[in-house]
């Protein structure tokens, strides 16, 4: 008897951009995946920690938000990381069906 149903198995070359950036107090090394899932939102990686989640430019408006997904101390850092990704992350076209 399977003990899982299977939503989905989908293979797909993504885009990959890895991002090495320092600020008065850390470094910080991300990886992102690009990819046409997950509403189009990109897959942030923080190489440090291993902390990832699905991220838009949208989505990082709110340092507080950035602090907690990414367990930062410090308020300034997370709005760092904010304006760094409000840069580099692409805003998400609402889609309501996708899924």
Request: glycine fraction near 6%.
């Amino acid at each position: 008897m399977d003990r899982f149903e299977n939503l989905y198995d989908i293979t797909e070359t993504a885009q990959v951009r890895f991002f090495g950036m320092t600020t008065e107090k850390a470094r910080y090394d991300f990886g992102i995946v690009y990819t046409s899932r997950f509403f189009g939102k990109p897959l942030v990686v923080c190489m440090q920690t291993g902390q990832s989640t699905l991220l838009s430019s949208e989505d990082t408006v709110n340092p507080g938000y950035l602090q907690k997904i990414f367990r930062l101390n410090d308020v300034e850092e997370a709005h760092e990381l904010s304006v760094f990704f409000q840069e580099h992350l692409p805003a998400v076209p609402f889609e309501e069906n996708q899924y």
